[in-house]
């Protein structure tokens, strides 16, 4: 996208932009007149884009977003521009609008690195990944790009406004890589294969000591290793349990296998 360093051709030709801005408003979406008054036809431009993407005329916000970008180079409303394409098609979060709002995003940040809005496009890059995170269970291909584009986010700006939310995505995306490696671990105890069970929880823990259900992953390591005749090893994991944890759906069969590893019968262990 080359930026042509052209006079605004309003100011100069004042008479033949209003005529084009109104045939642009008679023919295109809604059929809008230039109101009396205006600014500009980018300033006409932008805020009709903005109240079709409040009343999610797609299309139609689409379409005012690309004339003010196409048409006015200069335009102080050009980056905002960009990003409200981007926001646009984020909103729609089908398959195909979510790979259109990354190109629009990685646009921006390409042209505009130190707009005061760069930290907003890198924040809404990382939730078209967020957004295209499949369950568990599945391919964790955008969950893991979401991860990097949010930790990126942290990284680059760690004085916006946005780090709590981008804190709260990343976790919530890291959850989501966890809960698929959990589910492998899980499967591994009730089949039974035991080694393959402890060595999956434990490099979980390693990987992301932050998981928010690592309860789960305490308790199945610890029933694991109990399994495996490696009492002492598995003791340290129920009492991280109980120490970490208020509520937990594990909490009562951990405080009771904490009483029996403790209890007469173990104390040689």
């Not at 930290?119 to 295209?132: E, I, N, P, R, V």
């Not at 035991?194 to 992953?217: H, M, Q, W």
């Amino acid at each position: 996208m080359k930026r042509h360093l052209v006079r605004p051709f309003w100011r100069s030709r004042p008479v033949a932009v209003l005529l084009a801005v109104l045939g642009l408003a008679s023919c295109g979406p809604g059929r809008e007149v230039l109101p009396p008054g205006s600014a500009g036809a980018d300033q006409f431009l932008y805020e009709r884009g903005m109240a079709a993407s409040k009343t999610r005329k797609w299309v139609d916000a689409t379409d005012y977003f690309t004339k003010l970008i196409d048409g006015y180079p200069q335009s102080p409303y050009r980056a905002d521009a960009k990003l409200a394409i981007g926001d646009v098609y984020l909103a729609q979060s089908t398959a195909e609008s979510l790979v259109l709002a990354q190109n629009e995003y990685r646009e921006f940040l390409t042209f505009y690195p130190t707009s005061p809005r760069a930290d907003y496009a890198q924040y809404q890059l990382g939730m078209t990944y967020f957004k295209a995170m499949r369950s568990p269970g599945r391919d964790q291909t955008a969950t893991k790009q979401a991860v990097n584009e949010f930790e990126f986010f942290l990284q680059r700006y760690p004085n916006s406004s946005m780090i709590p939310q981008a804190r709260a995505r990343l976790r919530e995306s890291k959850d989501r890589l966890d809960e698929s490696d959990f589910g492998i671990g899980l499967h591994y105890y009730r089949t039974r294969w035991y080694p393959g069970a402890i060595a999956r929880f434990k490099e979980l823990l390693k990987s992301d000591p932050g998981f928010t259900n690592r309860d789960a992953v305490y308790f199945y390591l610890a029933e694991s290793l109990l399994r495996t005749e490696n009492k002492a090893e598995a003791l340290p994991y129920y009492e991280r349990l109980v120490a970490e944890f208020q509520s937990s759906d594990y909490l009562a069969d951990a405080r009771r296998r904490i009483s029996e590893l403790k209890g007469p019968d173990n104390k040689q262990s």
